[in-house]
Every structure is written in structure tokens, then in C-alpha cells.
């Protein structure tokens, strides 16, 4: 099929790209094109005005503080494989956007555009997620605001982005030499989405423990232990049936087989940082 008649426009800022969007309540911001593209092709998404943000300066920013590093919205995932990009993680993110689909996308594909589309099965929903990430939101008239990508993400393709809202930005947090990573997708093929995905982090020197399970069919689902208490947490993980219970008491649903591939992705990425 082809996409069904839209207006088209390449704006020079994010602040005239927000005034756009909040003129135009069918507009559709248009980032790698990865995710949009086929939908627009299937009429899934049938947008009066497409709002091309790809050659916004301000959106392909890397930003260090000694705290954090915030990339651009249009940051490919790529850049962050090819590690052109800096990474508070030591390497994590890199592996991550390495096993996103196939080269082709990741060389267009964005990270800002992912989270923004909210597809549960996105390896970055689930990642940020774990890694306690902070999307950067701006709206109409300048208007800005910090939000945990635990919240931001609300549903499957459902966010917290208000009318004329663009996502500008993810802020990431360092984390210590020390600090280590977990990370298991189940695809039935190398490039397809995955059908389960497990994430966990763990930084005893920034007292952060943190086991995520994804592609879920909805918002992450997110198991954090107290300061202090990540070793013990982490132990529960050895045992299938605790690995369940604490799934389903932090929110995942699925029949039985959907809870086996959950459990067996989550007890994997744990058990990477177990090691």
C-alpha cells in the first residue's frame, strides 16, 4: 500500500517544531522513519502534516555532566553502536543498539524516535528503563520538563508527551567502574522484535539494583531492591518460581508460555551479573 496524502515540512528548530505540532492536532513528528514509515505505508497512520526533525541541530546534541550524559533525540542508533557517542555505561549501551534489528535501521533509527513510538518489544523502552533514564521534554513556547522513562512510558505506543510536546532529549546517569549489566531479548530470528526481554543493573557503589522485564505487551515491568539490598534480591532470582511470583506481583500478565519466555529472559540478564 501507499501512505495517504500528507503535508510535509523540515523545520530549523525544536522550538518551530513544537509550534507546528500544536497548530496541527493530526501531526506526526517523523524522526529515522523506522517504525513510522511502515505504518504510514499500511494507512495505520493516516497524518494530515509530517514533521521532518531529523536536520534539527539542537536534537543530534551530546551533553556531559558529571552525573549524566544526555543524547539528542535523533542520536541513530548507530552512532551509539559505533560508540561516536559518549557512554556513561562502559560499553552497555553500545551492545544494546548492536542487536537492534539490522544495520540498515539502526542507521536511521533514533533513540528519542523508539521511545517516543513506546513499542513495548523496543530494546531502549526496556533498557532506559533499567538504566533509570530521564526523558527531556519540550512544548509550545518553551515549556520544559524532566520525566523518568519508568513513567513516561505508559502503556504499548502510549506515552506521557502532552498536545505540541516534541521529546528532545534522554538523559542517561553515569554509573561506576564497578556497576554491571545483564541483558537477554528472545527473538524467534536475529533482527525480529523480541518476544520477551530481560534487563538488569547493578551498581553497588551508586547503591542501584534494578531488574527490568520487557516486550511484555505493555510498560515495563520494573523489581528494584533498597539501598543495600541488591545481593539479596538478586539471590531470589536462582529460583524459576520466585522469578514468577515477583513478576506477577510487580504487573506481568501473560499465558504460560509468554510467563516461561519472561522467566527464562529475566533469570539470564540476572544471572550475567551474577557471574
Known amino acids: 500500500m501507499k501512505a495517504a496524502a500528507f503535508d510535509y515540512v523540515r523545520p530549523a528548530s525544536v522550538a518551530e517544531a513544537c509550534a507546528l505540532l500544536a497548530g ?27 514533521v521532518d526533525v531529523t536536520r534539527i541541530a539542537d536534537l543530534g546534541r551530546v551533553e556531559e555532566s558529571a ?3 544526555t543524547l539528542g533525540a535523533v542520536v541513530t542508533h548507530a552512532a551509539i553502536e ?6 556513561p555505561t562502559h560499553g552497555f549501551l553500545a551492545r544494546v543498539a548492536r542487536g537492534i534489528a539490522y544495520r540498515a535501521v539502526r542507521s536511521r533509527g533514533t533513540i528519542g524516535g523508539s521511545l517516543a513510538h513506546a513499542d513495548p518489544a523496543a530494546d531502549w523502552v526496556s533498557t532506559l528503563t533499567a538504566l533509570g533514564a530521564e526523558v527531556l521534554l519540550t512544548g509550545a513556547g518553551g515549556a520544559q520538563r524532566r520525566v523518568p522513562v519508568e513513567e513516561f512510558i505508559r502503556g504499548a505506543m502510549s506515552t506521557a508527551l502532552e498536545p505540541g510536546e516534541i521529546l528532545d532529549g534522554v538523559r542517561i546517569p553515569r554509573f561506576s567502574p564497578a556497576a554491571r549489566f545483564g541483558f537477554e531479548k528472545i527473538c524467534r530470528k536475529t533482527g525480529e522484535f523480541a518476544e520477551a526481554m530481560g534487563v538488569a543493573v547493578l551498581d553497588p557503589e551508586r547503591g542501584v539494583c534494578r531488574v527490568v522485564a520487557g516486550a511484555g505487551g505493555g510498560r515495563p515491568v520494573v523489581i528494584e531492591a533498597s539501598r543495600g539490598a541488591g545481593a539479596r534480591l538478586l539471590e531470589r532470582f536462582a529460583d524459576p518460581g520466585a522469578t514468577r511470583d515477583m513478576l506477577i506481583e510487580a504487573g506481568l500478565t501473560g499465558d504460560e508460555f509468554k510467563m516461561r519466555l519472561h522467566v527464562a529472559a529475566v533469570r539470564r540478564a540476572v544471572e550475567e551479573i551474577r557471574r
Open 67 to 69: 552525573d549524566a550524559i
Open 82 to 87: 559505533d560508540r561516536r557517542v559518549a557512554d
Open 24 to 50: 496541527d492536532g493530526d501531526a506526526k513528528i517523523m524522526a529515522g522513519g523506522q517504525s513510522l514509515g511502515p505504518m504510514l505505508n499500511l494507512r495505520l497512520a493516516q497524518p494530515a502534516l509530517l
